[in-house]
């Protein structure tokens, strides 16, 4: 899965706007019908937001009032979107979900279900900024009877269109009748996340220090689910503290120990639609660009706005900790990987690398825990999206 730049999703051909400061503020008396409702647009003005911004109010005129969109698809994700970690004993090619969960997000924490698990506040790759990884506190020895779980889920919030003005974080997908009608940008990244992103779990034996694929391996999200490789991985659709999600479910193939290595990435794709004309509503999850001298306005996709945001400000975290059954320690060993980037935190033997797995290419981390994985031994997991200035 490639990243496109976010200027490749928002060209039109006329180019005319009225970018305000206040993308809620509503326009003057003259863009309205007297009764509160935008007016129809001339069809002998067209006009078009900057690259990357959307139309949240239109005059009579056919001027524009347009937003950013990263503010609002930050907000969605830190809020709405977290990583899922478990892991089942004695369950060799079994679907059954996980008897031990965490779960972390950019804003909350869960310890889930298991004796031990628990959320740890820790300064990782940031001086002086603790955030806190969910742990999974793994039971027995953990051979390939064992299987760990995975996946990457936002939640839904839909909520009604509202007339124009748009209120902050809302953006214009069409008309109801003369009137500009508003939705929310944080369901539209929310939307692109569940259907473009994805936690890729894997595994690899004899694999001390190595830097190749995992030879077993699978990602999930809200999509869906997928056994890339490995017998007796499976894919598994359950419910999480009230919540439904897809589980990949990564069966070792032999005892866990130092010579092994537990991969984990995070993907995402752009799937950008090229911007097309409309008369009366965007497609699902598009927004308002321009107008079109033809009476008709350009509806545009965010996913490219939506991917550079993930790409740029989240990451994904893993490490582990030996002789640490339910400890609040921080890992010993840790790394975090983006959709471009991959860094080895602390400790040997870990490695980061572009792997192809199946048709995307994953900036995977490579874990590679010491000595033998059993009982007194801790996972950990961290989901973090930063904020935009």
């Known amino acids: 899965m490639k990243l496109v730049s976010i200027a490749a999703i928002l060209l039109l051909a006329c180019a005319s706007s009225k970018n305000g400061p206040d993308a809620s503020a509503p326009p003057d008396d003259a863009a309205t019908d007297g009764n509160g409702a935008d007016a129809p647009v001339d069809a002998a003005v067209a006009a078009a937001c900057p690259d990357g911004q959307v139309a949240t109010s239109i005059a009579r005129n056919g001027d524009l009032t347009c937003a950013t969109m990263d503010s609002a698809a930050a907000t969605a994700v830190r809020s709405r979107c977290s990583v899922y970690l478990g892991q089942h004993d004695s369950c060799t090619g079994c679907s059954d979900p996980p008897t031990k969960w965490s779960q972390s997000g950019p804003l909350a924490c869960s310890p889930g279900v298991g004796t031990g698990n628990t959320c740890v506040s820790s300064v990782l790759d940031i001086p002086a900024t603790p955030f806190d990884l969910a742990t999974v506190d793994l039971d027995g020895d953990v051979n390939d009877d064992d299987k760990l779980y995975t996946t990457l889920h936002c939640i839904t919030a839909a909520r009604t269109p509202q007339p124009a003005p748009c209120a902050p974080g809302w953006a214009i997908t069409g008309k109801s009748g003369d009137t500009w009608m508003c939705g929310p940008i944080a369901e539209a990244a929310v939307g692109y996340v569940r259907s473009q992103c994805a936690v890729y779990l894997g595994w690899q034996d004899s694999c001390d220090g190595c830097t190749s694929p995992p030879v077993k391996w699978g990602f999930a999200n809200d999509a869906g689910c997928t056994n890339g490789a490995g017998a007796n991985d499976t894919c598994t659709t359950t419910t999480l503290a009230g919540e439904p999600v897809n589980l990949f479910g990564l069966s070792m193939g032999g005892d866990v120990d130092g010579n092994d290595k ?28 321009g107008t079109n001298v033809d009476g008709s306005f350009q509806c545009a996709d965010p996913a490219a706005v939506f991917a550079a945001y993930v790409g740029t400000h989240c990451a994904l975290f893993f490490g582990w900790h030996d002789s640490c059954d339910g400890c609040t320690a921080a890992p010993v060993k840790w790394g975090k990987t983006g959709t471009a980037t991959c860094e080895n935190g602390a400790g040997a033997d870990d490695t980061c690398g572009a792997m192809t797995l199946g048709a995307a290419t994953v900036q995977m981390f490579g874990l590679s825990p010491d000595g033998n994985v059993n009982g007194d031994d801790t996972l950990y997991v961290g989901f973090r999206c930063d904020a935009v200035p």
């Open 262 to 289: 537990l991969h984990i990435g995070l993907s995402c794709a752009a799937a950008t639609t090229p911007p097309g004309p409309s008369k009366t509503t965007c497609p699902a999850g598009q927004f308002v660009i």
